[in-house]
């Protein structure tokens, strides 16, 4: 018999989750190496419903890892390359009028896909950036006064150079907010690259990655694991972190409310995925940089300064008062 953890999820749940995040993860990587920690947040985020934003300079694999992503979920992934005369249309579809039915259909676009490579997101107009942003967040495309939804599980996989800004088209503070993570990949350690530069080697082949799950599975533990259980003093320190940030003198704009929830679902899967039932406080600490960081907006003079936002987190994490183990 199964014992309840938490409303609506049970042991042998949690078990089986983390046992499918391992099994997800090793796929991957056939693909991705050396790059285990960034492969298990963008999968924190696939099943908590959010999006991911890849910042990296060219050639770290941030291509790879979105399609590798998709080879082990089995779902259907597209790949959008941003420029800046692509048009919303192009992105999100259009309705088409056929001359041999008389009838205007309409023809999706490359966001009906479990997961979407949005490349170089940051080159495409404003415009155009809005309506994928759109959809991250409605789930839905409507045209002419009709949604259509897009299939579940959705994940976007954003990336953009940090490097090369010539003819980009930065993201607004209130647009960044709808990506539940950022992160980076890097270059790999000294081992791994001679790994991915040996002859033979698997790396970067994303044929070669094993499908694991489907989309239904995957969309199955995303609503399960919204109900695992977390306690009121960690929901109460996640709610400090956040005040926090906005009372930093550093910053002219703190964590939103969307960010602590969106902190909040991302530590329940992170538990899950180490085998627990409830959450800590070391889930929130581990995960609240890259949820939080990229919400923030530093002052001039911080910026001047040459401070970041992930140090300010990291100090305000440091500053405000932990959760002990009775008050949970």
Known sequence: ??????????????????LLHT???DAIEVAVRGKRSV???????????????????????????????????????????????LLPSDVTGTSVYDPRSGQVNFRPGPVFANV??????????AKTQSALLEVMEERTVTVDGVAHAVPDPFLVVATQNPI??????????????????????????????LDVL?????????????????????????????????AEPILRYVSELGTATREEPRLRLGASTRGLRALVR????????????????????????????????????????GVTTGEVVAEVAERVPVPRPQDQ
């Open 1 to 18: 018999m199964t014992t309840v953890a938490g409303p609506g999820i049970g042991e042998r749940d949690i078990a089986a989750f983390r």
């Open 116 to 125: 979407v490579l949005a490349d170089e997101i940051n080159r495409a107009a």
């Open 23 to 25: 099994q997800v993860g």
């Open 39 to 85: 492969v298990d947040l963008v999968l924190v985020a696939m099943f908590a419903g959010g999006h991911v934003l890849l910042e990296d300079v060219p050639g770290t694999g941030k291509t790879t890892l979105a399609r590798a992503v998709a080879g082990a979920l089995g779902g259907l992934s597209r790949r959008v390359q941003f420029t800046p005369d």
């Open 266 to 305: 991302c530590v329940q899967v992170y538990a899950a995925a180490q085998g627990r039932h409830y959450v800590v406080p070391g889930d929130v600490q581990k995960l609240v940089e890259p949820v939080l960081a990229h919400r923030l907006v530093l002052t001039r003079e911080a910026l001047l300064a």
């Open 164 to 193: 090369d800004l010539d003819g980009t088209y930065r993201l607004p503070e209130a647009q960044l907010d709808r990506f539940m993570v950022r992160t980076s990949i890097g270059y790999p350690e000294a081992d791994f690259e």
């Open 198 to 230: 040996r002859p033979g080697s698997t790396a970067g082949r994303v044929g070669q990655v094993p499908t694991v799950t489907s989309p239904p599975v995957v969309a199955q533990y995303g609503r399960l694991l919204s109900t695992l259980h977390v």
